[in-house]
């Protein structure tokens, strides 16, 4: 059964998201704008394009259009009422239609895989998937590796144990280079 916390964790594994919490509902919001909330009795909102939202009412008999701020389209569904999986995509397209372009591109790069080179380019030995799963939470350089704790880069779905020792590494040979 999905519960709050498979929305908590899609939703946080993507860049700048900021949650807040009020009156027992938690809200995820990209750059000042809402994409996904889920009060205490479970139901999600979802801000979806009205593509994205038309495709969902046909998927999910339980899901109803909402309509919210700003004129924009998106959903209600409970949240028991889809799998995580599925749950985890319908995040991911309410954050791109939320999120400034920038973030957007930036996301489209970490799904092919294309990291960015220079001196504090990722490590290619580290593989993949742990490049995608870095790109993925806004994680680009060395630097921004730093920044982190190892327990942050476990918690980062395709990054292993090997790929932290290679990571934490290269920064350390950084850090020892400056």
Not at 75 to 103: C, D, F, Y
Not at 142 to 153: F, G, K, M, P, S
């Amino acid at each position: 059964m999905t519960t709050a916390a498979q929305l908590h964790r899609a939703a946080t594994s993507l860049p700048e998201v900021e949650r807040r919490e009020e009156n027992g509902s938690l809200t995820y919001v990209v750059a000042g704008s809402e994409f996904a909330s889920v009060d205490r009795d479970g139901l999600v909102r979802l801000h979806l394009s009205a593509a994205d939202a038309d495709q969902a009412l046909d998927r999910y008999p339980s899901a109803k259009r909402t309509t919210l701020a700003h004129g924009a389209s998106g959903i209600s569904i409970p949240v028991t009422a889809v799998n995580g999986m599925e749950l985890n995509s319908l995040v991911h397209k309410a954050w791109l239609s939320r999120a400034p372009q920038r973030l957007v591109s930036e996301r489209e790069e970490a799904d092919r895989g294309v990291a960015p080179g220079g001196s504090d380019a990722l490590p290619k030995s580290i593989g993949k998937p742990a490049t995608r799963a870095l790109l993925g939470a806004g994680v680009r350089s060395l630097a921004d590796v730093a920044r982190l704790t190892e327990a942050d880069l476990l918690a980062l779905h395709g990054v292993g144990p090997k790929a932290v020792r290679i990571l934490l590494a290269a920064v350390g040979e950084r850090e020892a280079g400056a």
